[in-house]
C-alpha cells in the first residue's frame, strides 16, 4: 500500500514557474506508475500526464505538452512536475495517483490504485 503527499503549490503570476512534488511511503514504489491530475475551480478533475514506474517514459496532456514535466526519483520516492509558461487556466488542485498499470501507450486516467490529497495552485497576476 502507498501513501501519497503532494507539496509545492501556492501562488505564481502568469508565466511563471512552480515544482510539485509527490513523495511516497510504503511499499513498493517503484513498481507503480505515476499519473498527475489537475482540477480547474468548478470543473471535473483531468489527467495532466504521466510517467512509468522506471522514470524513461512520459506521456502529457495536450494542454501542458511543452510547458510540464515529469521526473521521478526512486531512491527518494519521489515524483515531481515542474510546471512552467504557467497560465491562470491551470488554476487548481493538483492530485498524484499511482497505479501499477497506467503507463500503456499513453496514460489512462480512471481507476488509480492510490491517490494523495493534493495541493493548490493558482496563477494570477
Known amino acids: 500500500q502507498l501513501q501519497l503527499v503532494e507539496s509545492g503549490g501556492g501562488v505564481v503570476q502568469p508565466g511563471g514557474s512552480l515544482r510539485l512534488s509527490c513523495a511516497s511511503t510504503?511499499?513498493?514504489?517503484?513498481?507503480?506508475?505515476i499519473v498527475w491530475f489537475h482540477q480547474a475551480p468548478g470543473k471535473e478533475r483531468e489527467g495532466v500526464g504521466c510517467?512509468?514506474?522506471?522514470?524513461?517514459?512520459?506521456y502529457y496532456a495536450d494542454s501542458v505538452r511543452g510547458r510540464f514535466a515529469i521526473s521521478r526519483d526512486n531512491t527518494k520516492e519521489m515524483v515531481y512536475l515542474q510546471m512552467t509558461s504557467l497560465k491562470p487556466e491551470d488554476t487548481g488542485h493538483y492530485y498524484c495517483?499511482?497505479?501499477?498499470?497506467?503507463?500503456?501507450?499513453?496514460?489512462?486516467?480512471?481507476?488509480?490504485?492510490?491517490w494523495g490529497k493534493g495541493t493548490s495552485v493558482t496563477v494570477s497576476s
Open positions: 510504503g511499499f513498493g514504489f517503484e513498481l507503480f506508475d
Open positions: 510517467i512509468g514506474r522506471f522514470g524513461t517514459r512520459t
Open positions: 495517483a499511482a497505479d501499477r498499470t497506467a503507463f500503456g501507450s499513453n496514460c489512462r486516467y480512471a481507476g488509480m490504485d492510490y
